[in-house]
C-alpha cells in the first residue's frame, strides 16, 4: 500500500465486517482467551487498529467498530463507504424479529446512524454486490 500511496493513487480499505473484541489485549487478557473465536476477535481487533493507524483516504463499511474506535474514528475522521442494504442482509438484520422488513432493520444497522449524526465524518452511502443483493 506504500508504494500505491506514493504513486499517489487513493487507498479505500473495508474494515470491521466482523465482530473484533472491545479492547487490546493485555498479557491478563490473553491468558483468559481460550477457544478460536476468541483469538480471532483479538486479531480483528489488531488488524483494526491497524488500518485505523494506516490511516487510509476511505473506510469500506466500518460497520462493527468497538465503542472505543468509534470515537477514535470521530475524533479523528476518515471518510466513511456505508453499504446499508447489504450489511442488513449480511448481518441478517432483517429475518426473524424484523419480519423481513429491510426499512425496518436498517434502524437496527450498527454504526449507519452514528455516521450521519457525524459532523466530521464524510459518508458516501453506496450500494455493494448489486448482482448479489439487487441493490
Known amino acids: ?15 470491521a465486517e466482523i465482530p473484533c473484541a472491545e479492547s487490546s489485549s493485555t498479557n491478563k487478557e490473553q491468558d ?9 476477535m483479538q486479531r480483528a481487533r489488531e488488524e483494526l487498529e491497524a488500518l ?7 473506510l469500506g463499511h466500518a460497520l462493527l467498530l468497538p465503542k ?7 475524533d479523528d475522521p476518515i471518510p466513511v463507504e456505508t453499504c446499508p442494504t447489504s450489511n442488513v442482509m449480511t448481518l441478517e438484520l432483517a429475518s426473524g424479529h424484523m419480519g423481513g422488513n429491510l426499512v425496518q432493520a436498517l434502524a437496527h ?5 452514528l455516521w450521519m449524526a457525524a459532523d ?6 453506496c450500494t455493494d454486490d448489486p448482482g448479489v443483493f439487487c441493490t
Open 1 to 15: 500500500f506504500a508504494k500505491i500511496r506514493a504513486a499517489g493513487l487513493k487507498i479505500t480499505l473495508h474494515c
Open 68 to 74: 472505543d474506535l468509534q470515537q477514535k474514528l470521530l
Open 32 to 40: 483468559l482467551l481460550s477457544g478460536k473465536e476468541e483469538n480471532q
Open 52 to 58: 485505523l493507524k494506516f490511516r487510509p483516504d476511505r
Open 120 to 125: 466530521n465524518v464524510p459518508l458516501s452511502i
Open 109 to 113: 444497522h450498527p454504526t449507519l446512524s
